[in-house]
């Protein structure tokens, strides 16, 4: 009967295999290569910001060591123009001096020629302490330490008393700079990666909506009891038989696998306001806007500079030329008054003021030449130039 206990139980065991492969594709929020590859792509810019950040770094280091460099060439150099202007005025003193012993002057010039050496030995310890501030300026920029150290001055060895003129095409000049630039070339790349944060900010404001497929191949065998009236002794199952079970045995006909289940989804996710993708999407098109601006400023900032600095070197060139016709002719001027004053035709004060016409001419010579010499390495500078003309570089830099 059904409710007997006395017939006892049968347990029968089931082995199965049933690998599955599964496929998952988004058909729109998450689809596409740009979207899926845009961290890698952005990836690639932040280093390509870093190298231009370190470029840019080592650009300003040189240009503003050189700059240094040139203020203590000119320092070094009015100072000698300097020692040169007390040695005139002390040659200026024994021939008054000498006019006084012969009763041709008055003691009084003496003393009006010693003050005005006071002065001029006052303006040599000015021009001293201007040649100590200026090499203290560059040590600190090239990284010195101060303590233990002797000597803290520093006497330029490289001193072009005269240089050419370099004949600069000023558009030219401004399309290199905006190429090589690494100010520009950040503002470039930084606006690259707005654009592609758009591309996928955009994309998140897309519907969810995936594909799912999957395909499970199975092989199985099952336990099978006795039965007394078929007279079958039954069976049992193994995950040989299982495995064997999982392939066809007439591939050619029946495929590869003797069982196999196909199933596929798809699976729609909808947020209907969407506030938070679409406040970020905003964001990042009012962030592409403020880097165009940004890029359009320092394009136009570069321009700007390198049309100053292209010229500030034809002026200071200008300048060079006719203050060294000046030099020439307070040179002669000065030798002509002390002529006169040697037969009682000139005065003193005629004397120094050739004096200080000459030194003040040979202080514009040497302002012009030192602003042209920096004008060439802001040149350099703006123009991407400055490491190789100075015999550097930064490996690995894509310049």
Known sequence: PFAATSGG???????????????SHPLLKGMGLKVNRAQINQAKLARSTAEANELSQAQNMVRDIVSAYWDVLFAKRDLANKHQSVELAKQQLDRTNAQVRAGRLA???SKAVEQSLAQRETDVILAENRLLESSLTLRTLMGQEF???DTLGVLPSTDPEAFEVD????????????ANNPQVRQLEVALASK???EVVQANNRLPQLDFTANYSPAGRSVDSSPSAQSGDPGSRGSWGEAFRNFITEDVA????FAEYTVTGALDLTWSIQNRTAKGNHQRVLAEIRQAELNLKQIRQTTSTSVIRANNNLRSAAKRYELANLSVELAEQNLAAEQARFEVGRSTNYDVLFRIDELTAAQST??????DYLKAKVEMQSLTGEILPAYGLDLPGVDR
Do not use: C
């Open 107 to 109: 003691a009084v010039e």
């Open 195 to 197: 654009r592609i944060d």
């Open 147 to 149: 303590a233990d150290r």
């Open 365 to 370: 010579t040497l302002q012009a030449q030192i």
């Open 253 to 256: 006909r029946d495929g590869l």
């Open 9 to 23: 139980v049968s347990t029968l065991a089931q082995y199965q295999v049933r690998p599955t492969l599964s496929f």
């Open 167 to 178: 004949v600069i095409d000023t558009q030219t000049a401004i399309e290199s700079a905006l």
